[in-house]
Nanobody, 118 residues
Framework: QVQLVESGGGLVQPGGSLRLSCAAS????????MGWYRQAAGKEREVIAT???????TYVDSVKGRFTISRDNSNNMVYLQMNSLKPEDTAIYYC????????????WGQGTRVTVSS
């Protein structure tokens, strides 16, 4: 069974940085689209960054220029470097693996909380 385990969340002041990590179990990690989502209190979960198997990233406008998604296929890891953090970035951040085949389900991590506050 595939598992995603996030780490790296915490409390940071506005303007600060955090690096989130996601460790993935299972095989063929390099073939999957991986992503980071977040869910703020009272809001729906939203995708903020994805990275394709060819390492091409995409970002939602609100994090462009501040966040960087990356992956290490040798170690089954996905990262989210978050710089210039703002209070509105406060949320639970989830790692996600998109289905590769029709019969597969989405895979989610348990989430890691990020709080941006002075």
């Amino acid at each position: 069974q595939v598992q995603l385990v996030e780490s790296g969340g915490g409390l940071v002041q506005p303007g600060g940085s955090l690096r989130l990590s996601c460790a993935a179990s299972g095989s063929d990690f390099r073939l999957y689209v991986m992503g980071w989502y977040r869910q703020a209190a009272g809001k729906e979960r939203e995708v903020i960054a994805t990275i394709l198997p060819n390492f091409m990233p995409t970002y939602v406008d609100s994090v462009k220029g501040r966040f960087t998604i990356s992956r290490d296929n040798s170690n089954n890891m996905v990262y989210l470097q978050m710089n210039s953090l703002k209070p509105e970035d406060t949320a639970i951040y989830y790692c996600h693996r998109a289905p590769l085949l029709r019969f597969q389900d989405d895979v989610w991590g348990q989430g890691t909380r990020v709080t941006v506050s002075s």
